[in-house]
């Protein structure tokens, strides 16, 4: 897998900070591109963080939403349908509904749909402050 370093954890405080809440999917618009279709619930401060950014993604079978990558923000990443295969820190992993990924800041790691249906997954990444 190739290794591409990328940060979208917005810490722009000009963002808006996250409110008390729910943000409903039907109000999102999804960036869809090579069979992905990602939907960002949140990307900016918090209370406790400069900068988290949240969402889903659908992927197609054979899909991938980019290559393997690094970023300085530690993440969370949630299957809820589909299988696939997850790469974190050198070791590939077949994973179905319920695995969840963990990575720390700067650890090449990936997804890709190895199914014949759509693999849903959910992220969180988060900058803490003064980092």
């Given at each position: 897998?190739?290794?591409?370093?990328?940060?979208?954890?917005?810490?722009d405080?000009?963002?808006?900070?996250?409110?008390?809440?729910?943000?409903?999917?039907?109000?999102?618009?999804?960036?869809?591109?090579?069979?992905c279709?990602?939907?960002?619930?949140?990307?900016?401060p918090?209370?406790?963080?400069?900068?988290?950014?949240t969402?889903?993604?659908?992927?197609?079978?054979g899909?991938?939403?980019?290559?393997?990558?690094?970023?300085?923000?530690?993440?969370?990443?949630?299957?809820?349908?589909?299988?696939?295969?997850?790469?974190?820190?050198?070791?590939?992993?077949?994973?179905?509904?319920?695995?969840?990924?963990?990575?720390?800041?700067?650890?090449?790691?990936g997804?890709?749909n190895?199914?014949?249906?759509?693999?849903?997954?959910?992220?969180s990444?988060w900058?803490?402050?003064?980092v």
């Amino acid at each position: 897998m190739a290794d591409k370093n990328q940060s979208v954890v917005d810490v722009d405080a000009a963002a808006g900070k996250l409110r008390d809440g729910v943000i409903d999917l039907r109000a999102l618009t999804a960036d869809t591109r090579n069979g992905c279709r990602v939907f960002v619930h949140y990307n900016g401060p918090t209370d406790q963080l400069s900068g988290m950014c949240t969402g889903m993604a659908v992927l197609d079978p054979g899909a991938s939403p980019h290559p393997p990558h690094r970023h300085p923000e530690e993440e969370f990443l949630i299957v809820a349908d589909g299988t696939g295969e997850i790469e974190c820190d050198g070791k590939t992993t077949q994973v179905g509904p319920g695995a969840v990924m963990y990575c720390a800041g700067n650890v090449l790691h990936g997804i890709v749909n190895t199914g014949p249906v759509p693999l849903t997954f959910y992220w969180s990444k988060w900058m803490a402050k003064g980092v």
